[in-house]
């Protein structure tokens, strides 16, 4: 799937690159990196909601609970994770290929159309959504094609 992304994003480069530093974003950065030459910059910002760290069996509980909710209802510090993705993204002044995670291309997708759901779709892996900046703000351009995703 990694590869198959990589010659769809082919034709539109080199851009650059920035993965969340979790294992899965790295594996489907690379082959993009490769293709391009260019390395991905790591950004923590983009990485995938922070759980409170829990045994996986008991985050799994914790996850469907707050895929179901919104965000104003979540923990501060989950809102402030949430405040932090969307300006990092914000703050992007160039065309930029940015490799991520369900929760967060939720909430990024989510501020953009200016829902506070923390669940607005199912992004299917190595699926693309396409958000622009406007003035600081972000905009929805594409939403990625959805998947059945399962919850860990």
Same mark, same amino acid.
């Not at 996850?63 to 501060?76: D, K």
């Given at each position: 799937?990694?590869?198959?992304? &990589? ?9 650059? !690159?920035?993965?969340? #530093?979790? *294992?899965?974003?790295?594996?489907? &950065? ?11 910059? !790591?950004?923590?910002? !983009? ?7 829990? #045994? ?13 909710? *919104? ?12 405040? $932090? ?9 160039? #065309? ?22 923390? /669940?607005?779709? &199912?992004?299917? /892996?190595?699926?693309? $959504? ?8 972000? *905009?929805?351009?594409? *939403? ?9």
């Amino acid at each position: 799937q990694a590869e198959a992304l &990589a010659a769809r994003l082919a034709p539109h480069g080199p851009l650059p !690159i920035v993965s969340s #530093p979790m *294992r899965r974003a790295r594996e489907t &950065a690379a082959p993009l990196e490769q293709l391009w030459g260019r390395p991905a910059r !790591i950004e923590p910002a !983009i990485s995938e909601i922070p759980s409170p760290g829990l #045994p996986l069996a008991e985050r799994a509980r914790w996850l469907r609970g707050i895929l179901g909710s *919104r965000w104003p209802l979540v923990a501060p510090s989950l809102v402030a994770w949430r405040i $932090t993705l969307v300006a990092t993204l914000a703050a992007i002044a160039e #065309p930029t290929v940015l490799v991520s995670h369900y929760v967060a291309i939720n909430a990024a997708v989510g501020a953009a159309v200016g829902d506070d759901r923390v /669940t607005l779709f &199912a992004p299917d /892996t190595c699926s693309v $959504t396409v958000l622009d900046v406007e003035a600081g703000r972000l *905009r929805l351009v594409e *939403r990625g094609p959805e998947a059945e995703t399962p919850v860990l």
